[in-house]
């Protein structure tokens, strides 16, 4: 009984986990920060906090501006040859984050996104005033980026859809979900993966720019989803696209870009914290 009463006080830490191969036992010293407390009133006298927020906005207003005038170009074309095809459209959505969470990556995290914002934060990365605030911030750069397209063209933008996400046919609205909440949850546990200190440290050897990662994920997920909803995995991007286009479509099946990506980021928030990062058991001594 006594050696059973040791694997539970140990759990997940009794066995080391083995060093790959061809590599040597490189690691650093790693020390778990606190996680950030729920309110942070002093947040608010910080101009670090309302520069991370112009950040976030200026950031959401140049995904929205680049990816839609790309969608809208795809939209407006006689023939698709001529244009950059799906997989351009693709191309815009994972390039732009990779740029843009480089960009900001320093000054406020690189979210551009409200559901990454949403699992940081039940993984105690942020306070919940900060993730308020980037949510506000997100969702007008979104709705100002979408704004400007529409300010090119309105007529030819209201005509092609406006870059709104809906479920296309032959989907339902059960498919649309699914593919929003999976579609998700692979961006975050991207993100989760790509920036952990933990990982860092224990894989020095393994070098890592967190923004390759995470805009391929982007990138991917566009790949699959297109054809299904247009790819939300962002209420931001979908807020602000289905309040410039305005039509009852883009509202008909719009909870389904916040829902969705929300469940989506919450189970990769979970997934990361009790599984990849093995929080192991304690004992009650």
Same mark, same amino acid.
């Given at each position: 009984m006594e050696g059973k009463e040791e694997d539970v006080k140990v759990g997940a830490n009794k066995y080391s986990e083995r060093q790959p191969l061809g590599t040597s036992a490189q690691s650093k010293d790693y020390k778990e920060p606190p996680p950030a407390p729920l309110f942070e009133p002093g947040e608010l006298h910080s101009w670090s906090f309302w520069r991370a927020g112009i950040a976030e906005f200026m950031a959401t207003f140049l995904f929205l501006y680049i990816t839609v005038l790309t969608v809208m170009g795809y939209s407006r074309a006689n023939s698709k040859c001529s244009t950059v095809g799906v997989q351009g459209i693709a191309w815009a959505f994972g390039g732009m984050i990779f740029a843009l969470v480089y960009c900001t990556a320093g000054i406020s995290g690189g979210h551009i996104n409200p559901a990454v914002t949403f699992g940081l934060f039940l993984a105690r990365k942020l306070s919940l005033t900060r993730a308020v605030f980037y949510i506000v911030m997100q969702c007008l750069g979104a709705i100002c980026g979408a704004g400007v397209v529409k300010g090119f063209q309105p007529s030819l933008y209201q005509v092609k859809g406006g870059g709104a996400n809906v479920v296309n046919h032959g989907y339902t609205k059960g498919d649309g979900l699914g593919a929003e909440i999976v579609g998700t949850f692979v961006l975050v546990y991207t993100v989760f993966s790509a920036t952990d200190a933990k990982r860092n440290a224990r894989d020095s050897h393994v070098p890592i720019l967190a923004p =390759? !990662? &995470? @805009? /391929?994920?982007? /990138? =991917?997920?566009? =790949?699959?989803? &297109? !054809?299904?909803?247009?790819?939300? &995995? $962002? !209420? *931001?991007?979908? =807020? @602000?696209?289905?309040?410039?286009? $305005?039509? #009852?479509?883009?509202?008909? #099946?719009?909870?389904? /870009?916040?829902?969705? !990506? /929300?469940?989506?980021? *919450?189970?990769a928030a979970l997934y990361h914290q009790v599984i990849i990062r093995a929080i192991p058991f304690k004992s009650g001594n």
């Open positions: =390759l !990662p &995470i @805009g /391929f994920a982007v /990138f =991917l997920v566009h =790949l699959a989803t &297109i !054809p299904i909803t247009g790819t939300g &995995i $962002n !209420p *931001a991007r979908s =807020l @602000g696209a289905a309040i410039i286009y $305005n039509r #009852d479509q883009a509202w008909d #099946d719009h909870w389904i /870009f916040w829902v969705g !990506p /929300f469940i989506g980021a *919450a189970l």
